[in-house]
């Protein structure tokens, strides 16, 4: 037996969960699908399990895309604040942290009861644990009122259960966390229905160093300091930690996702301090005091026993040359690393890249060529900053599909 629903969605994750939310409260008839056992598993995993659910500043700068401006619309009709007036109105505690990432106060978990909650009060249904077979398109026979003869649909199967429905949405998300869920059907369908994919690569992820530096460098394992991390076109200043695996910490994960294999990183390990003009200044003054020592009070001194040039470091700071003050500045300020790669999608909070906006509608998230078929969320080519970005675009791309589905 066939079963005849308005809209199904296909992942309840964080951008399914607010489209199904919104087209229920259109008093459509919508299902939503998902492989795993229940709803919502990374807005669960999000900031530490206190998810970080949006941010104070968002921008179309803050995203990847090779479409910049695909993401404009949809941030601004349901915006940051639009999303933190509903987590007031839920009575959900948050605070703010660095950066303006807001965070819940007590557990992610009241995110996804939220959600659910909104889902329930709309009449949405779940079919959780359930594997999609195939997914086909076909022309409506007129059998009742509520179908339109011509019209065309979609037809799922999914289990044992076979369903047509007028509006077909991809929630589907990337492939980062693949132990969370996540796999590469969105991709696949829309390959299926014609849609080009921009190819997918971990983002928001932790580097692997080549074994030279690897082994080098093991001495720093634990060891987290602020720097700025630049690439050729970009730059962030923020944490980076040292691990026994190779490179991570916030600054580290953002340039992750503009990385390409065989580029270089410059690392500025005192983005807040000149270098030069310090040892200048101690040169000129005619300071006894060694260089490590000065550089120890600035930096841990594993980490400065590891930059130092040699033979260096016991030189009085009244007696180091101009030559030397330039090494010492450049190994501290410009230090070149060229990762070996990345911890890959098992450890990525991300995917970078996906569907091709170039075919999908900013306004509506319907593919242009395929009537009734819509992405939202992560499973297309629109990727954020470490921050709440990510999640902000769940929510927008998911209320603006939520609209038209």
Not at 40 to 58: A, D, P, Y
Not at 309 to 335: D, M, N
Request: hydrophobic share 40%; net charge positive.
């Amino acid at each position: 037996m066939v079963e005849n629903w308005d809209t199904v969605i296909i992942g309840a994750g964080a951008s399914g969960l607010v489209c199904a939310a919104e087209a229920g409260q259109r008093q459509r008839q919508v299902l939503v699908l998902d492989h795993n056992k229940r709803p919502g598993q990374k807005i669960l995993m999000s900031g530490g399990g206190r998810c970080n659910f949006t941010n104070r500043e968002v921008s179309a700068e803050q995203f990847i895309s090779r479409n910049p401006h695909f993401c404009k619309s949809a941030l601004k009709r349901f915006s940051a604040r639009n999303f933190l007036d509903w987590i007031r109105s839920a009575g959900i505690r948050y605070e703010e942290r660095d950066h303006g990432q807001l965070f819940c106060r007590d557990k992610a978990s009241q995110i996804l009861d939220m959600l659910m909650d909104a889902c329930q009060k709309t009449g949405v249904t779940f079919a959780m644990n359930t594997e999609i077979n195939q997914v086909s398109r076909h022309k409506a026979v007129a059998k009742n009122s509520e179908t339109t003869k011509g019209q065309p649909r979609f037809r799922i199967r999914a289990g044992r259960r076979v369903l047509d429905t007028e509006s077909l949405v991809i929630a589907t998300g990337g492939i980062s966390i693949p132990g969370a869920g996540a796999s590469p059907l969105g991709y696949r369908l829309a390959e299926q229905f014609g849609l080009s994919v921009v190819p997918p690569r971990p983002g928001l992820v932790p580097f692997t160093l080549q074994p030279g530096d690897k082994k080098s460098l093991q001495v720093l394992a634990g060891i987290a300091v602020k720097a700025k991390v630049s690439l050729p076109d970009i730059s962030f200043t923020e944490n980076i930690l040292f691990t026994h695996r190779g490179l991570s910490g916030p600054v580290i994960l953002q340039v992750s996702s503009y990385w390409q294999p065989g580029q270089a990183i410059t690392i500025d390990l005192l983005p807040d301090t000149d270098l030069a003009a310090t040892l200048e200044e101690a040169r000129a003054a005619g300071v006894k005091k060694q260089v490590k020592s000065l550089l120890s009070d600035l930096l841990p001194k594993r980490l400065v026993t590891t930059r130092l040039p040699r033979k260096t470091g016991t030189i009085p700071l009244g007696s180091i040359s101009r030559e030397q003050i330039a090494r010492v500045s450049s190994a501290f300020h410009q230090w070149e690393i060229k990762p070996g790669g990345t911890e890959g999608n098992r450890t990525a909070e991300v995917t970078v890249g996906g569907v091709d906006t170039a075919r999908i509608s900013s306004k509506t998230f319907e593919a242009r060529d395929v009537t009734g078929l819509f992405f939202i969320g992560e499973v297309l080519d629109v990727t954020g900053w470490l921050g709440g970005f990510n999640l902000q675009w769940a929510w927008s791309s998911g209320w603006c599909a939520g609209q038209y589905v």
